[in-house]
């Protein structure tokens, strides 16, 4: 077996030296029953490269691609170029087989990146800090309502309606545990978001608000009358930016703000991959930094005096702080968060301002074409590079049926909200750098036949 | 006060003494000082190429940002030689042993790596029409059944993104089943030699914590643990083997213990390399364990992440594992059970825990080497970790002090501590030094129940010869620190970074690069 | 002004119904580096034998006990600025809070300067 480098020549030597007969003597520990005394069975033995690849392979090809037709999926994960070079380096040894930098003198590669990412998380969403990335956007949206909670004392979050219905169903199930009360509600087919809810919900018990930014339905509100009702009330503003693209053309939430910013930075660097791997953005207030979950890269200097990094204010952390810790988080996303910030880095925010106008630019002209079919009415009077159209018929049905003639077109709102009889008719379209004007006329084409 | 250091670990540094000839880039040779990009990139240069923006009436509502971001860019080129320069500063499998206890650093294999990559797994999107990913579904599937079939429980959990995170998750199915029952309880008992996340985990999900002690042969004191069982105690959690590297003798008589009074026990499978197709946890009565694939089932740790924690569960808490999970049809096709269907086929699940389906690049690359060992090969693999680590327990145990050698073999790790060392060295030292030797250091100062923990996991992917490299650096690294060799102090000497100053950095966090102050550069 | 010890490496002052709360020398010296401290708000309620305060070095964190019942009246603000205090002073100016008593009886059970001594030399 390839991956096993012992020979039965060391085995038997090594046997020799413990003064042990067989390996069996070294599962003395093990009560007999408890014991196999093979191979499980009903399971396959070990196999070549080959036929694992081969099988692999096989069933790969069973799936449909983004790549290999008109694609419009978004709803919290986006297709986007990832430039070559990316992968390339991420699979370096150094970066892929590193573990956590616990011993940071042989870690500079990794804690270098740390800081640097940080760094650009805090910029992208105009926050003082960030750290060194959560699991996913939903997990993160979650520590960030806890870490409100250990801020203001308080218990009640005000949840907007167009936040992602998978992160709403996060925090529902955490709070059923912790006690947290969440004040949520439905998104509706109109232009408007639920700001003004919102500003009505916010009193002297309220913790947190949670809004995000642009929204399920892709549409974008300005934080700022938000921001300052929660401020008054001795609330938190969290902003949720489940499309980082986005901030390459309009205002970062720390700058209208919000207190604390999560997100998921899947649109760089990290592809689609069926929902996971992804990686949790994390950033907030320098006041709050010891309430921040997660790890933290910080700046220092070695004993010859240079500069170096470290990881630092562990104390907050699970392994010290056991039951008292900020979260009991241990891994971060390492590997997805070097790749966004290469990503990011090849980017620059030159790159990313043109990358913004592009996935705007080409959006606008999806947007108008799309409404310009019969039976399609486009929900948002603003968006970014994703909206919603009222179709004429079930939205469900008619995604189903584009996929059999190779176009993925769409997410139907009532895939996300099952009981939502009201939006059974949305269909959320995001368009994208890698979307062409061939893929749009496809599904419009579709589109007019199947409304008919 | 609360134990006060119990690991009794502190920070040393002192300023270090001029070494070689110094060089005017700061370079040494292969050795290149790289700078922060915002250091040497601007915010005007990119290295990517984009079409032009079509021109349209923009539907931003006046929200288009003024300001600049503060991100600089790179050329490729630049790119390419910043992070290939970071990325030599950085130790990985790749290059050598991680002695790592209870972390399991196996070699990656590559064919992971090509198969995650095919674009029917990496381009796929997770809300598509379920028709249309079948061979998503299918893999989780595979996954699924190979780890309930190797820890011999009922069903599993795949949704957890990591270790962290399936802890959780078993604790949750817990509380939610006691729910059920209409039988609150408050208590989950863990032993002093757990990891840090089992307590707060339990914190985090209401409970209160209580430590269990352990014998003096490092395990779990079963007559101290029957003693403080009652209609309380919601249940416990176990490390099997334990963080001594031990295997839990007791750990039926411990399951059938707690469910005799109503509780169930979670067991932390951090350490399952040990006994992987050797040992079903399911047949001690368990009732739900976390798998980390990227400890058991070689996914990579890509510097501090992405994870992986499936968690299998007992036939009494399955009806509450969280959603959405794959179920296979008779005629061979998956669909998902999302909230939509939960009413009708999941009824008591406890919700969900994140968005989209789970952790699917760490399913394909664990799939592919499950498919590659197989059960036979898997069986071999805790057959060699656990004789790689015995051959290194009584190689040391004459230089190092093992408080558990004399009660029988270990499992797959290693403890020592750091007794009889000179006055003034420690583990930390012996960590320090073992750098120089051009090994990444063991783990140290866990458990906390030795002094000066050291913890040492070489997992079956250590050939002989490597092992009896390390044996030797560790022994030499020991005994300097035994008599007092007053260079181990400034210890590392040959790496990239001497020791970095830690509480400073807790001190007056930098967390975040800031424009340096031109005024004062003017002066 | 009588100074009084903690088997868990606290010492108060006491000064008629006022006292000074901080940690000992040993205490500062197991832990190392002090890091960050975190003092009660004016006005807390602290329970004999209760948490306090917390203490941080680098790689651990205690919590620091209240040796007696009482009611905080001062906070150390110096720690936030400067926690090396501890280290440096710790059973001085690196004082962590100041209270008013609840009971003043609570001080019998306390250990005296010479008792702490011999207490810390069989640890």
Same mark, same amino acid.
């Given at each position: 077996?390839?991956?096993?480098?012992?020979?039965?020549?060391?085995?038997?030597?090594?046997?020799?030296?413990?003064?042990?007969?067989?390996?069996?003597?070294?599962? %003395?520990?093990?009560?007999?029953?408890?014991?196999?005394?093979?191979?499980?069975?009903?399971?396959?033995?070990?196999?070549?490269?080959?036929?694992?690849?081969?099988?692999?392979?096989?069933?790969?090809?069973?799936?449909?691609?983004?790549?290999?037709?008109?694609?419009?999926?978004?709803?919290?994960?986006?297709?986007?170029?990832?430039?070559?070079?990316?992968?390339?380096?991420?699979?370096?040894?150094?970066?892929?087989?590193?573990?956590?930098?616990?011993?940071?003198?042989?870690?500079?590669?990794?804690?270098?990146?740390?800081?640097?990412?940080?760094?650009?998380?805090?910029?992208?969403?105009?926050?003082? %800090?960030?750290?060194?990335?959560?699991?996913?956007?939903?997990?993160?949206?979650?520590?960030?309502?806890?870490?409100?909670?250990?801020?203001?004392?308080?218990?009640?979050?005000?949840?907007?309606?167009?936040?992602?219905?998978?992160?709403?169903?996060?925090?529902?199930?955490?709070?059923?545990?912790?006690?947290?009360?969440?004040?949520?509600?439905?998104?509706?087919?109109?232009?408007?978001?639920?700001?003004?809810?919102?500003?009505?919900?916010?009193?002297?018990?309220?913790?947190?608000?949670?809004?995000?930014?642009?929204?399920?339905?892709?549409?974008?509100?300005?934080?700022?009358?938000?921001?300052?009702?929660?401020?008054?009330?001795?609330?938190?503003?969290?902003?949720?930016?489940?499309?980082?693209?986005?901030?390459?053309?309009?205002?970062?939430?720390?700058?209208?703000?919000?207190?604390?910013?999560?997100?998921?930075?899947?649109?760089?660097? %990290?592809?689609?991959?069926?929902?996971?791997?992804?990686?949790?953005?994390?950033?907030?207030?320098?006041?709050?930094?010891?309430?921040?979950?997660?790890?933290?890269?910080?700046?220092?200097?070695?004993?010859?005096?240079?500069?170096?990094?470290?990881?630092?204010?562990?104390?907050?952390?699970?392994?010290?702080?056991?039951?008292?810790?900020?979260?009991?988080?241990?891994?971060?996303?390492?590997?997805?968060?070097?790749?966004?910030?290469?990503?990011?880095?090849?980017?620059?925010?030159?790159?990313?301002?043109?990358?913004?106008?592009?996935?705007?630019?080409?959006?606008?002209?999806?947007?108008?074409?799309?409404?310009?079919?019969?039976?399609?009415?486009?929900?948002?009077?603003?968006?970014?590079?994703?909206?919603?159209?009222?179709?004429?018929?079930?939205?469900?049905?008619? %995604?189903?049926?584009?996929?059999?003639?190779?176009?993925?077109?769409?997410?139907?709102?009532?895939?996300?909200?099952?009981?939502?009889?009201?939006?059974?008719?949305?269909?959320?379209?995001?368009?994208?750098?890698?979307?062409?004007?061939?893929?749009?006329?496809?599904?419009?084409?579709?589109?007019?036949?199947?409304?008919? | 006060?609360?134990?006060?250091?119990?690991?009794? =670990?502190?920070?040393?540094?002192?300023?270090?003494?001029?070494?070689?000839?110094?060089?005017?880039?700061?370079?040494?040779?292969?050795?290149?000082?790289?700078?922060?990009?915002?250091?040497?990139?601007?915010?005007?240069?990119?290295?990517?190429?984009?079409?032009?923006?079509?021109?349209?009436?923009?539907?931003?509502?006046?929200?288009?940002?003024?300001?600049?971001?503060?991100?600089?860019?790179?050329?490729?080129?630049?790119?390419?030689?910043?992070?290939?320069?970071?990325?030599?500063?950085?130790?990985?499998?790749?290059?050598?042993?991680?002695?790592?206890?209870? *972390?399991?650093?196996?070699?990656?294999?590559?064919?992971?790596?090509?198969?995650?990559?095919?674009?029917?797994?990496?381009?796929?999107?997770?809300?598509?029409?379920?028709?249309?990913?079948?061979?998503?579904?299918?893999?989780?599937?595979?996954?699924?059944? =190979?780890?309930?079939?190797?820890?011999?429980?009922?069903?599993?959990?795949?949704?957890?993104?990591?270790?962290?995170?399936?802890?959780? *998750?078993?604790?949750?199915?817990?509380?939610?089943?006691?729910?059920?029952?209409?039988?609150?309880?408050?208590?989950?008992?863990?032993?002093?030699?757990?990891? #840090?996340?089992?307590?707060?985990?339990?914190?985090?999900?209401?409970?209160?914590?209580?430590?269990?002690?352990?014998?003096?042969?490092?395990?779990?004191?079963?007559?101290?643990?029957?003693?403080?069982?009652?209609?309380?105690?919601?249940?416990?959690?176990?490390?099997?083997?334990?963080?001594?590297?031990?295997?839990?003798?007791?750990?039926?008589?411990?399951?059938?213990?707690?469910?005799?009074?109503?509780?169930?026990?979670?067991?932390?499978?951090?350490?399952?390399?040990?006994?992987?197709?050797?040992?079903?946890?399911?047949?001690?009565?368990?009732?739900?364990?976390?798998?980390?694939?990227?400890?058991?089932?070689?996914?990579?740790?890509?510097?501090?992440?992405?994870?992986?924690?499936?968690?299998?569960?007992?036939?009494?808490?399955?009806?509450? #594992?969280?959603?959405?999970?794959?179920?296979?049809?008779?005629?061979? #096709?998956?669909?998902?059970?999302?909230?939509?269907?939960?009413?009708?086929?999941?009824?008591?699940?406890?919700?969900?825990?994140?968005?989209?389906?789970?952790?699917?690049?760490?399913?394909?690359?664990?799939?592919?080497?499950?498919?590659?060992?197989?059960?036979?090969?898997?069986?071999?693999?805790?057959?060699?970790?656990?004789?790689?680590?015995?051959?290194?327990?009584?190689?040391?145990?004459?230089?190092?002090?093992?408080?558990?050698?004399?009660? #029988?073999?270990?499992?797959?790790?290693?403890?020592?501590?750091?007794?009889?060392?000179?006055?003034?060295?420690?583990?930390?030292?012996?960590?320090?030094?073992?750098?120089?030797?051009?090994?990444?250091?063991?783990?140290?100062?866990?458990?906390?129940?030795?002094?000066?923990?050291?913890?040492?996991?070489?997992?079956?992917?250590?050939?002989?010869?490597?092992?009896?490299?390390?044996?030797?650096?560790?022994?030499?690294?020991?005994?300097?620190?035994?008599?007092?060799?007053?260079?181990?102090?400034?210890?590392?000497?040959?790496?990239?970074?001497?020791?970095?100053?830690?509480?400073?950095?807790?001190?007056?966090?930098?967390?975040?690069?800031?424009?340096?102050?031109?005024?004062?550069?003017?002066? | 002004?009588?100074?009084?010890?903690?088997?868990?490496?606290?010492?108060?002052?006491?000064?008629?119904?006022?006292?000074?709360?901080?940690?000992?020398?040993?205490?500062?010296?197991?832990?190392?580096?002090?890091?960050?401290?975190?003092?009660?708000?004016?006005?807390?309620?602290?329970?004999?034998?209760?948490?306090?305060?917390?203490?941080?070095?680098?790689?651990?964190?205690?919590?620091?006990?209240?040796?007696?019942?009482?009611?905080?009246?001062?906070?150390?603000?110096?720690?936030?600025?400067?926690?090396?205090?501890?280290?440096?002073?710790?059973?001085?100016?690196?004082?962590?809070?100041?209270?008013?008593?609840?009971?003043?009886?609570?001080?019998?059970?306390?250990?005296?300067?010479?008792?702490?001594?011999?207490?810390?030399?069989?640890?």
């Amino acid at each position: 077996m390839r991956y096993l480098p012992l020979t039965q020549t060391d085995r038997s030597a090594m046997l020799s030296v413990i003064g042990a007969d067989t390996i069996d003597d070294l599962f %003395v520990d093990v009560p007999g029953e408890a014991q196999l005394d093979g191979p499980i069975a009903g399971l396959p033995y070990h196999a070549s490269e080959m036929a694992v690849e081969r099988h692999m392979s096989a069933l790969a090809a069973k799936n449909m691609a983004a790549g290999a037709g008109p694609f419009f999926l978004g709803c919290g994960a986006y297709k986007h170029h990832v430039p070559a070079s990316v992968d390339h380096i991420i699979q370096r040894g150094e970066f892929l087989t590193a573990y956590t930098p616990y011993q940071p003198e042989i870690a500079q590669g990794t804690l270098q990146m740390l800081f640097e990412f940080q760094t650009q998380v805090a910029r992208l969403f105009g926050c003082d %800090v960030a750290n060194a990335s959560m699991y996913d956007g939903s997990t993160a949206c979650w520590e960030a309502i806890v870490m409100a909670r250990r801020i203001t004392k308080r218990a009640k979050a005000v949840l907007s309606s167009g936040l992602h219905p998978h992160y709403v169903s996060v925090a529902q199930t955490m709070a059923k545990f912790t006690g947290d009360v969440l004040d949520t509600a439905l998104p509706t087919l109109t232009p408007e978001t639920d700001a003004d809810r919102l500003l009505a919900s916010i009193d002297g018990e309220t913790s947190c608000v949670v809004v995000q930014y642009p929204d399920i339905l892709g549409r974008i509100a300005d934080l700022s009358a938000i921001a300052a009702k929660a401020h008054e009330h001795g609330a938190l503003l969290i902003a949720v930016v489940t499309e980082p693209v986005a901030l390459g053309a309009i205002y970062s939430p720390g700058e209208m703000g919000a207190d604390i910013v999560v997100g998921e930075g899947q649109s760089l660097g %990290v592809g689609l991959q069926f929902g996971g791997p992804y990686v949790g953005l994390f950033a907030c207030k320098e006041k709050f930094v010891r309430q921040m979950p997660g790890r933290l890269c910080g700046e220092t200097v070695d004993a010859e005096g240079r500069r170096g990094f470290v990881l630092t204010l562990s104390t907050r952390e699970q392994h010290i702080r056991r039951e008292k810790a900020t979260s009991n988080i241990c891994t971060n996303s390492g590997l997805c968060a070097l790749a966004f910030s290469i990503h990011m880095t090849l980017l620059g925010e030159r790159g990313l301002r043109d990358l913004a106008a592009l996935n705007h630019g080409l959006a606008v002209q999806a947007a108008e074409r799309l409404a310009g079919v019969s039976g399609v009415t486009l929900v948002n009077d603003n968006f970014f590079n994703e909206f919603t159209l009222k179709l004429s018929k079930p939205a469900r049905p008619i %995604v189903r049926e584009l996929s059999h003639h190779g176009i993925l077109g769409g997410v139907s709102l009532v895939r996300l909200y099952p009981e939502a009889e009201h939006l059974e008719n949305g269909l959320v379209v995001a368009v994208t750098e890698t979307t062409t004007a061939e893929d749009v006329e496809a599904l419009a084409a579709k589109l007019e036949e199947l409304l008919a | 006060m609360s134990a006060v250091n119990q690991s009794g =670990w502190r920070p040393e540094m002192s300023a270090a003494e001029a070494s070689a000839p110094t060089t005017t880039t700061g370079n040494r040779a292969l050795m290149l000082e790289e700078a922060l990009i915002f250091e040497i990139g601007d915010t005007d240069t990119t290295g990517v190429d984009f079409a032009d923006a079509p021109k349209v009436i923009a539907r931003l509502s006046g929200l288009e940002r003024a300001r600049k971001i503060g991100i600089p860019g790179l050329s490729e080129p630049e790119a390419v030689r910043h992070y290939t320069r970071l990325s030599r500063q950085n130790y990985g499998i790749d290059l050598g042993f991680f002695p790592l206890g209870s *972390c399991t650093m196996k070699h990656n294999p590559r064919l992971n790596e090509k198969m995650a990559r095919l674009p029917g797994f990496a381009d796929v999107h997770p809300m598509q029409p379920v028709e249309t990913v079948q061979g998503a579904l299918a893999v989780i599937n595979e996954l699924a059944v =190979w780890l309930i079939k190797l820890t011999g429980m009922h069903g599993v959990a795949m949704t957890p993104k990591a270790g962290a995170h399936g802890e959780l *998750c078993g604790i949750l199915a817990i509380k939610a089943a006691l729910e059920a029952r209409g039988d609150p309880r408050t208590v989950i008992l863990v032993p002093e030699s757990a990891h #840090g996340t089992n307590p707060a985990t339990a914190a985090f999900a209401g409970f209160t914590v209580e430590n269990i002690p352990a014998t003096s042969e490092g395990r779990v004191d079963l007559a101290a643990l029957t003693a403080r069982l009652g209609p309380d105690v919601a249940g416990v959690m176990i490390t099997n083997p334990n963080t001594c590297g031990l295997f839990e003798r007791d750990m039926r008589a411990i399951s059938d213990a707690v469910h005799a009074v109503g509780g169930y026990v979670y067991c932390d499978g951090a350490n399952f390399n040990a006994i992987v197709g050797r040992v079903r946890p399911g047949d001690l009565g368990i009732d739900a364990m976390h798998i980390n694939l990227h400890k058991t089932f070689s996914t990579p740790h890509g510097g501090g992440g992405p994870g992986s924690g499936p968690v299998v569960l007992s036939e009494a808490l399955s009806p509450f #594992g969280p959603l959405p999970f794959t179920e296979r049809h008779a005629d061979g #096709g998956y669909t998902l059970i999302e909230e939509e269907t939960a009413g009708e086929r999941h009824p008591h699940s406890f919700g969900r825990m994140t968005a989209f389906h789970g952790q699917m690049g760490m399913f394909t690359r664990a799939l592919t080497y499950i498919l590659s060992h197989g059960a036979d090969g898997l069986r071999q693999v805790a057959e060699d970790a656990v004789l790689n680590a015995n051959y290194i327990l009584r190689s040391l145990e004459n230089s190092l002090e093992a408080p558990f050698a004399a009660s #029988g073999p270990c499992m797959h790790e290693a403890l020592f501590s750091d007794n009889g060392m000179a006055e003034g060295f420690s583990t930390l030292d012996i960590a320090k030094g073992l750098i120089d030797e051009g090994f990444h250091p063991m783990t140290v100062y866990f458990p906390l129940v030795v002094h000066g923990a050291i913890l040492v996991e070489p997992t079956e992917t250590e050939s002989k010869a490597a092992l009896d490299q390390f044996i030797t650096a560790l022994r030499s690294v020991a005994d300097r620190a035994r008599a007092g060799d007053a260079s181990l102090k400034s210890a590392p000497h040959f790496a990239p970074r001497r020791r970095l100053d830690e509480t400073l950095a807790a001190r007056k966090p930098v967390l975040v690069w800031k424009e340096p102050d031109l005024a004062v550069a003017a002066e | 002004m009588s100074r009084y010890f903690t088997e868990d490496h606290e010492w108060i002052d006491v000064d008629g119904n006022n006292a000074t709360v901080g940690i000992t020398a040993y205490a500062q010296e197991q832990l190392g580096d002090i890091v960050f401290a975190e003092v009660p708000a004016v006005g807390a309620a602290l329970k004999k034998g209760g948490d306090a305060a917390v203490v941080e070095s680098v790689k651990a964190a205690s919590d620091v006990y209240a040796p007696v019942s009482g009611t905080v009246t001062e906070g150390n603000d110096a720690l936030g600025d400067d926690p090396a205090l501890v280290n440096s002073d710790p059973e001085g100016a690196g004082w962590f809070f100041k209270l008013t008593l609840a009971d003043a009886a609570e001080l019998e059970g306390l250990m005296d300067e010479a008792a702490y001594k011999a207490f810390v030399a069989g640890l």
